[in-house]
């Protein structure tokens, strides 16, 4: 184990009669990369950009210029390039981004699927973010249109990111030179998560049992009759209601934390 820090390392390689040859390499010991201050963003959530994860340039983020261009008195210690944010909400943004520059942030993803993503933007140029989680594309590549001046902020929507569940890093990376970027936002789309479940979700009756398949983990199914009077909650695999008599009924289903997925008139057959 070596302390933290940069290295210069040399080999030398001598052969029988005496010649020899050496070549020297700088290697950086990084901590361990960490969410900012240990907080790893929620999704759904908001992630402010300058708030990028720990373990310095070449592992949490790329950047080409030694220290910040930006001049904001945050995160000095780093080369990410930061200014003042004059936005509703103030604090930072990122700027002076070339291209092939990247950043990148520890998420936890609390539920799965497709999500409308908002990236606050300002820019006297169009440029490009691709979003990547291991190296794969979470969502096609983001345009970022000419938004007026280097601090006229707009949301930029996009639809269609695509994320699994749980413990995981974002990179974003410029496509081009120049862009400031003050925060993004992952909003869970219910409409798709819905569309899903519809397909995916199978339900068997048998004694009074009513047998799940394909609901999220940790889900809870409420069923209502058609007057909206309670009837009796399910767990993700099913459940027991024996006093329900056949007919139609209304079904919602609410993920572990208490977001509704979907809300669907069923056929329930008592036997
Ligand atoms: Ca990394
Ligand atoms: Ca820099
Ligand atoms: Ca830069
Ligand atoms: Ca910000």
């Given amino acids: 184990n070596v302390a933290l820090g940069s290295y210069s390392i040399k ?15 700088t290697v950086v010991v990084s901590p361990p990369q960490t969410a900012y201050k240990g907080v790893v963003s929620k999704i759904p959530g908001k ?14 983020y790329f950047d080409d210029s030694e220290g910040n261009d930006g001049g904001a008195s945050f995160r000095t210690d780093e080369d990410v390039d930061i200014e003042d944010c004059t936005d509703d909400g103030a604090g930072y943004n990122l700027g002076w981004a070339t291209a092939g520059e990247w950043v990148e ?18 820019s006297e140029n169009a440029n490009t973010l691709s979003m990547t989680v291991d190296g794969k594309e979470i969502v096609k590549p983001i345009a970022i249109p000419v938004t007026g001046g280097w601090q006229k902020w707009q949301d930029v929507k996009v639809a269609g990111v ?21 925060y993004m936002e992952f909003k ?24 799940l398949e394909g609901a999220p983990a ?7 009759d058609l007057q909206g009077q309670f009837l ?16 139609k009924v209304l079904m919602t289903v609410v993920n572990k934390n208490g977001a509704l997925l979907l809300t669907k008139v069923i056929p329930y057959q008592a036997n």
């Fill in 188 to 211: 869970l789309n219910t409409i798709s998560l819905a569309q899903k479940l519809e397909t995916q979700m199978q339900m068997h009756f048998s004694n009074n049992r009513i047998n």
């Fill in 162 to 182: 695509n994320l699994n569940a749980g413990r995981q890093v974002i990179r974003v990376t410029f496509g081009a030179k120049y862009v400031n970027l003050n």
């Fill in 232 to 247: 009796g909650e399910l767990g993700e695999h099913g459940g027991e209601l024996p006093n329900l008599k056949s007919g």
């Fill in 47 to 60: 992630i402010e950009f300058e708030n990028y994860d720990v373990c310095g340039n070449g592992c949490a």
């Fill in 218 to 224: 940790g889900a809870k199914i409420r069923l209502f």
């Fill in 11 to 25: 080999a030398v390689v001598t052969d029988n009669s005496g010649k020899s040859s050496s070549d020297g390499r």
């Fill in 105 to 122: 942030y520890t998420v936890d993803v609390e539920s799965p699927g497709i999500y409308d993503l908002v990236v606050r933007a300002a």
